[in-house]
């Protein structure tokens, strides 16, 4: 339980809502118990607060900041609540999403700039400032959540949920050559069907059923799948990986389509 022990980290998206574990929450759980100190960011008060009260509760340490980090001074603003906090950066972890449907003959303008600064502008100007101070501490560890709708075509028609996921990717790979000399590691996760609390209210138990079987382990994916890889990429365990991503899918990426067709049946 001491995999993490004396870094800080910053979770954004990492208040906990409703019944349904999130990514953001799972991962700053994991991040406690492995011995970080967790700056919670997230834009609702309520759902950072049952984070926080779950961290100490088991005896770890965090502190909140609340903020819309689709904006940069938010941005800015947190990263700078983590130095005063905790007087460091080791690890920055960004969660926060947001999904956009529509096929690009669908899609709506205002939408489109919403989904692209949420998923994507709030990534990249949580880099711009976090990256200069986790260089400062020697180094560190940023994992960007991506998802496999930026590899493949999905089942949802979401054309600028699937362009701003596919750019966190891109900006993954630059960011791991530009910053790699710094001894900054870069790395991108791409979850599959998780049942979380992301997609969870659009689910119902026949859909589920149905991105359980399509997968080729026949198994269904949480929020903690996603954290526990996480806490090894922000690990000194993968001290030598940069610049990669890494799906969490239960193997959905390696087969064809008519490969797994049969096992809908199963």
């Given amino acids: 339980m001491n995999r993490l022990t004396g870094k800080v980290a910053i979770v954004t998206g990492a208040g906990r809502k409703g019944e349904v574990d999130g990514t953001g929450y799972a991962t700053s759980m994991l991040f406690a118990r492995e011995g970080a100190t967790v700056l919670l960011a997230d834009i609702s008060p309520e759902n950072a607060n049952a984070t926080l009260a779950h961290i100490e509760a088991e005896g770890g340490e965090a502190a909140i900041f609340i903020g819309d980090l689709s904006k940069e001074a938010d941005c800015a603003a947190m990263v700078d609540a983590a130095i005063t906090a905790f007087g460091k950066v080791n690890v920055l972890f960004n969660n926060v999403g947001l999904g956009g449907s529509g096929t690009v003959t669908q899609v709506e303008e205002e939408k489109w700039d919403r989904v692209m600064d949420v998923n994507l502008k709030s990534m990249i100007m949580a880099c711009k400032h976090a990256v200069p101070r986790m260089a400062e501490a ?75 079987l399509i997968a080729p382990l026949g198994t269904e994916g949480t929020a903690w799948d996603v954290a526990w890889l996480t806490v090894f990429l922000a690990s000194e365990e993968s001290r030598w990986i940069s610049g990669v991503v890494i799906p969490v899918d239960a193997g959905l990426l390696a087969a064809t389509p008519l490969a797994v067709v049969h096992q809908l049946d199963e």
Avoid: Q, W
């Fill in 138 to 212: 020697g180094g560190g560890s940023i994992i960007n959540v991506s998802s496999i709708d930026a590899l493949r075509a999905g089942s949802s028609r979401n054309v600028p949920y699937a362009a701003a996921k596919g750019g966190m990717i891109a900006t993954t790979k630059v960011m791991a050559v530009h910053h790699g000399r710094d001894n900054i590691r870069v790395n991108c996760i791409a979850p599959g069907h998780l049942y979380a609390s992301f997609p969870a209210p659009y689910l119902n138990e026949a859909e589920r059923e149905r991105r359980r």
